[in-house]
T-cell receptor, first 112, second 118 residues
């Protein structure tokens, strides 16, 4: 069965510091992987996605993620966090064209 | 591209009442998904449509839940005899369906309808 684990429920970083959010998945075939961000009371916005090819993918707002098949991971990174990045981040996995399975999310707090 | 819209944004109802939510997908998208998100959790898949055909339903979708997409455009999700456990954010997403992965293979989410059952 498909599953996604985001080990960190909350992360707090200082503004300007680097960020890494962890995501581990369980999936029996070639995964399609996504990171979404959700601000309070809002829907989900796609940050980036991985289907195939280069394992380092670039997304919007300066985010990037690296797919590591051997570790079943798809961690999200940003070199310098801005206060506006405070939100909840969700990793998701799915087969092509079908439903997504989401992790429980990581809440990012940014200290000024 | 006006994005996915959902109405109402908030709904408060009493236990036992019926509620209906509407989702308007991005106009050229033929796939439409419903998810439910409870506090502290990620969205959970409920059901999806390709055009007007409902292709998959989750076990989460009890008999009290029904979804329709009669003309392959907007969709409605109805919950009958609401229970307090139905309180959640109901999210709708849409996408195109192609034959191979492409830049269009993204589910675009609406703002959600937050349901509170008293």
């Amino acid at each position: 069965a498909q599953s996604v684990t985001q080990p960190d429920i909350h992360i707090t970083v200082s503004e300007g510091a680097s960020l890494e959010l962890r995501c581990n998945y369980s999936y029996g075939a070639t995964p399609y992987l996504f990171w979404y961000v959700q601000s309070p009371g809002q829907g989900l916005q796609l940050l980036l996605k991985y289907f195939s090819g280069d394992t380092l993918v670039q997304g919007i707002k300066g985010f990037e993620a690296e797919f590591k098949r051997s570790q079943s991971s798809f961690n999200l990174r940003k070199p310098s966090v801005h206060w506006s990045d405070a939100a909840e981040y969700f990793c998701a996995v799915g087969p092509y064209g079908n439903k997504l399975v989401f992790g429980a999310g990581t809440i990012l707090r940014v200290k000024s | 591209d006006t994005g996915v819209s959902q109405n109402p944004r908030h709904k408060i109802t009493k236990r036992g009442q019926n509620v209906t939510f509407r989702c308007d997908p991005i106009s050229e998208h033929n796939r439409l998904y419903w998810y439910r998100q409870t506090l502290g959790q990620g969205p959970e898949f409920l059901t999806y449509f390709q055009n007007e055909a409902q292709l998959e339903k989750s076990r989460l979708l009890s008999d009290r839940f029904s979804a329709e997409r009669p003309k392959g455009s907007f969709s409605t999700l109805e919950i009958q005899r609401t229970e307090q456990g139905d309180s959640a954010m109901y999210l709708c997403a849409s996408r195109t369906s192609g034959r191979a992965p492409s830049s269009t293979d993204t589910q675009y989410f609406g703002p959600g309808t937050r349901l509170t059952v008293l």
